[in-house]
T-cell receptor
Framework: DQQVKQNSPSLSVQEGRISILNCDYTNSMFDYFLWYKKYPAEGPTFLISISSIKDKNEDGRFTVFLNKSAKHLSLHIVPSQPGDSAVYFC????????????FGTGTSLTVIP | KAGVTQTPRYLIKTRGQQVTLSCSPISGHRSVSWYQQTPGQGLQFLFEYFSETQRNKGNFPGRFSGRQFSNSRSEMNVSTLELGDSALYLCASHSGGSADTQYFGPGTRLTVL
């Protein structure tokens, strides 16, 4: 049973425009959410996170929004750059106790120059 | 600081065999998590080890097992391999505290023939 879902397997965006990647989760007990970026032949790289006490977190061109009532989070990339082309995974879970996170199936982002 | 290393990077086995994968976490990190990545399934959590003890476990059959050594290095073992075990196996290193995120290794690509 997939507890974290990314319903868009792929997304194409023009360079300079906004990329919006979406993620839904089912477990209301999740209190920590992350986005990872993955290039081929490499492991996922941490991008940005948000805890359930916030609804927005920004880091440069990347902003994550959390809507707890809808159990939905999104990643906004503005402006999108060709180097952002990668697979993006969202993850949700709890850091207590330990680290057990559930990942979505990923969205492949292509930024067209 | 050296990153997470996984060995071997590629492995080919036949059905019924067993396999052992190795993960060396970032120096000073005490937590190691293992994930299986297959197309269409995203990253599925296998288990997490912290200070040589399994702290969390995902929903995988008992053929999948792991251990962690006193130097925090971890091994994952899969016995009686099945075709469906073909996947990218990723390990992630974490300090063990609540504030940090986890860092992934490049993965071991296992192919079962």
């Amino acid at each position: 049973d997939q507890q974290v879902k990314q319903n868009s397997p792929s997304l194409s965006v023009q360079e300079g425009r906004i990329s919006i990647l979406n993620c839904d989760y089912t477990n209301s007990m999740f209190d920590y959410f992350l986005w990872y970026k993955k290039y081929p032949a490499e492991g996922p790289t941490f991008l940005i996170s948000i805890s359930s006490i916030k609804d927005k977190n920004e880091d440069g061109r990347f902003t994550v929004f959390l809507n707890k009532s809808a159990k939905h989070l999104s990643l906004h990339i503005v402006p999108s750059q060709p180097g952002d082309s990668a697979v993006y995974f969202c993850a949700a879970g709890s850091r207590f106790p330990g680290n057990q996170f559930y990942f979505g199936t990923g969205t492949s982002l292509t930024v067209i120059p | 600081k050296a990153g997470v290393t996984q060995t071997p990077r590629y492995l080919i086995k036949t059905r019924g065999q067993q396999v052992t994968l190795s993960c060396s976490p970032i120096s000073g990190h005490r937590s190691v998590s293992w994930y299986q990545q297959t197309p269409g399934q995203g990253l599925q959590f296998l288990f997490e080890y912290f200070s040589e003890t399994q702290r969390n476990k995902g929903n995988f059959p008992g053929r999948f097992s792991g251990r962690q050594f006193s130097n925090s290095r971890s091994e994952m073992n899969v016995s009686t391999l099945e075709l469906g075990d073909s996947a990218l196996y990723l390990c992630a290193s974490h300090s063990g505290g609540s504030a940090d995120t986890q860092y992934f290794g490049p993965g071991t690509r296992l192919t079962v023939l």
